[in-house]
């Protein structure tokens, strides 16, 4: 995720990043400008249909289907966001939980056992760097702390990796309650923290695994397609040769718009727009050792 100042305008305007839509868009740019040049050579000094009302009354056309597309755009924009806004609401459960089980184990054990505290010291980020990467479909064990004593961490990478995670904490919370060091009342309580660690996996899982529908997705691509490919047609006759810049400005709004909305959409991954799950979980890491 990019870190910005959003009061500073001058620099939104002339800053170039690698999620750029502009070098996404180039080559289209470049095949629009020769196609609406050519179909503006070919009404104006070929055909020379300027006297036809009927092609003039494309124009209105482009004016209602603009209205239409405009609506489009801007339920898919809403959606995408709907969807990143809440993959940030699980990360901060996530975070908030993973503080709240470490300040509640640091409270219930009993002092002289550093050992059990040095495991949750490790194994509560190790959930979350293995969220991250299960959401983006690798396994990293360099990211992960390593376990007191000789007991290895070695989730088997074929089966669900966050749920291996989350049942070893489970377990180890249950070994400290038969061995006497965690009474029933105090499992209760810890029971919020470690059910919703498979909550927040679950709801991630949900907005990763379930994108746009695919005929939605495909019908508006080709609303702006066909949209834009027309466009010379109807206001050459009153742009004369600017028609050219025009449709490339205007297929660069409409096509960014569902470039960002197609990049947001799945807000987990490595993207410039996506969230910043790695510092989450080294911010988890951090606050849960001071707290541990």
């Known amino acids: 995720m990019i870190n910005y100042n ?33 179909i503006a050579w070919l009404e104006l000094e070929v055909w020379k249909l300027s006297s036809n009302s009927e092609i003039k009354n494309i124009s209105l056309m482009h004016g209602l289907l603009g209205f239409v597309i405009s609506l489009l755009l801007v339920f898919r924009t809403n959606t995408a966001y709907d969807r990143w806004w ?46 991250k990467n299960h959401l983006r479909k690798t396994y990293l064990p360099e990211e992960m702390d390593q376990l007191p004593g000789n007991e290895a961490l070695a989730p088997d990478q074929q089966k669900h990796i966050p749920n291996q995670l989350a049942g070893m904490i489970m377990n180890k919370i249950m070994e400290l309650h038969r061995a006497g060091q965690l009474s029933g009342d105090q499992l209760i309580i810890l029971n919020n923290e470690l059910q919703s660690f498979t909550e927040i996996c679950g709801a991630c899982e949900r907005i990763k695994n379930t994108p746009i529908p695919f005929s939605y997705s495909v019908f508006i691509k080709k609303f702006i397609f066909f949209y834009i490919m027309t466009m010379p047609f109807g206001y050459v006759f009153s742009l004369g040769y600017l028609i050219i810049p025009m449709i490339v400005f205007i297929f660069f709004v409409l096509a960014s718009l569902e470039l960002i909305a197609e990049e947001i959409e799945d807000p987990f991954g490595r993207d410039a727009n996506d969230l910043p799950t790695d510092t989450i979980c080294n911010n988890i890491r951090i606050h849960v050792g001071e707290i541990l």
Not at 7 to 35: C, G, N, Q
Request: no cysteine; net charge positive; aromatic share 16%.
């Open 86 to 131: 809440e993959g940030r609401r699980q990360w901060g459960t996530l975070v908030n939980s993973s503080r709240n089980l470490a300040l509640k184990l640091n409270a219930m054990l009993p002092p002289g056992n550093e050992a059990a505290k040095a495991w949750f010291r490790a194994m509560i980020p190790n959930y979350a760097f293995s969220l």
């Open 6 to 38: 959003p009061k500073e305008w001058f620099t939104f305007i002339f800053r170039i990043h690698k999620a750029d839509t502009v070098r996404k868009l180039f080559p289209m740019f470049i095949a629009l400008s020769v196609y609406s040049g050519l």
